[in-house]
């Protein structure tokens, strides 16, 4: 390939990148006229969302599953910012939410509809966990997920608004056992669909994949509290063929990788939320933190040997079937 070809290519690859940057950054206007409804604004991403949209100008309704969370919202912004109850398990409660928004709305219709509300535990190794460890969070982070979309969309459909869906880099990558991984790998999938489906109304579906940050998810206190109660239930069997070492190794590395990985600054979260409200093109998906970016992102699309041999890595190994029988021989 000759000299003048190579530069024609890279011209037109700066070309194109700097078109696109520009189109990145074509805001939307009359933002103050704008509803956004948010879910799971006690804490974490939700709660920073809504106050820096209420500053923003943006007309907020922040759903909050506890009363303590939305008395504390409210006495850190102004009454123009709305509070409202949500649990994402009860359809009584979805369908009160439903008709707040509509009242409040009006006939402007819903622009923005956050879907942040997740829980993470239970989380650990498959055979730890029953059903029922699946149900509490996959009735959340999904189900709950789907029931407010679906009720949401006519009041979308009017504004033709926008929706943004809080995946996770575990939505792409799946690793530790639990509901938390398949209800993100949901996230992606429903979205995906009501994109390609809403995009004929004029409705825009946003996914956010954030790595890890420090919030209630992420609370070793809960995550190890929960842990314990998983481990201690387990039959004598499922028990020996981890190993007691195995069960202190693996608190160990939730430590070390939580307090490594994690991120204190969740603007870095809200501001990939932000964009996707505010931007003319919202992007299809944002990967929110350096580790999302440079390290769960890229290892979701290698080799599913790849990813397996460094998640081997990071994680301790069992004690196995066969040591663990060879070492209750040996007791006996
Ligand atoms: N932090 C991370 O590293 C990370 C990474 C990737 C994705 N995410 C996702 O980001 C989203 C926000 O989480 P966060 O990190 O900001 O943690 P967070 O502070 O725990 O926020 C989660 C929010 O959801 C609420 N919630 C829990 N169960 C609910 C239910 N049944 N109905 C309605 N609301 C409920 C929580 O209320 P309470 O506070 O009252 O429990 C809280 O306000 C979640 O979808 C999470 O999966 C987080």
Redesign the pocket.
């Known amino acids: 390939m000759g000299f003048p070809v190579l530069m024609g290519i890279l011209t037109s690859a700066i070309i194109l990148f700097m078109c696109w940057i520009i189109r990145d950054n074509i805001k939307i206007k009359d933002a103050r006229e704008k509803y956004v409804f948010i ?9 920073l969302l809504a106050q820096r949209l209420h500053q923003k100008g943006f007309t907020v309704i922040a ?4 009363e ?2 939305s008395q504390e919202l409210q006495a850190c912004t102004s009454p123009a910012l709305k509070t409202v109850i ?5 359809t009584k ?1 979805i369908d009160n939410a439903v008709e707040f928004v509509a009242e409040e709305t009006g006939s402007k219709g819903l622009y923005g509809l956050v ?6 535990t239970p989380i650990g190794p498959t055979d730890w966990l029953d059903m029922e460890d699946f149900h509490r969070v996959l ?3 999904l189900i ?1 997920l789907i029931e407010v979309t679906l009720k949401f969309l006519p009041l979308l459909k009017k504004a033709k608004g926008r929706v943004v869906n ?5 939505g792409r990558l799946a690793f530790g056992g639990g509901g ?1 991984s398949l ?2 790998w949901g996230v992606e999938s429903f979205s995906d669909s009501l994109r390609r489906d809403m995009q004929h109304f004029g409705v825009k579906v946003s996914i ?12 070793l206190e809960i995550i190890e509290k929960d842990l314990h109660r998983l481990w201690n239930r387990l039959s004598p069997e499922v028990k020996s063929s981890y190993g007691e070492k195995y069960f202190n190794n693996y608190l160990k590395v939730q430590r070390l990788s939580m307090n490594t990985f ?2 204190a600054d ?1 603007s870095k ?1 809200t501001n990939c939320m932000e964009h996707a409200l505010t931007a003319q093109y919202p992007r299809t998906r944002y990967g ?2 350096w580790d999302a970016k440079f390290f769960w992102l890229p290892l979701s699309y290698a080799p599913a040997a790849v990813a397996d041999i460094m998640l081997k890595l990071l994680l301790p190994q069992p004690l196995g079937i066969k040591k663990s029988l060879a070492k209750n021989q040996i007791d006996v």
């Open positions: 879910t799971g604004c006690d804490s974490g991403f939700g709660n759903a909050c599953l506890t303590k969370g949500l649990n994402l398990t009860n409660s879907n942040n509300a997740g829980r993470a009735d959340v982070n709950g809080v995946a996770s880099v575990m938390y209800s993100k956010i994949e954030p790595g890890f940050f420090k919030t209630g998810v992420t609370n994690c991120d969740l979260v929110a933190g």
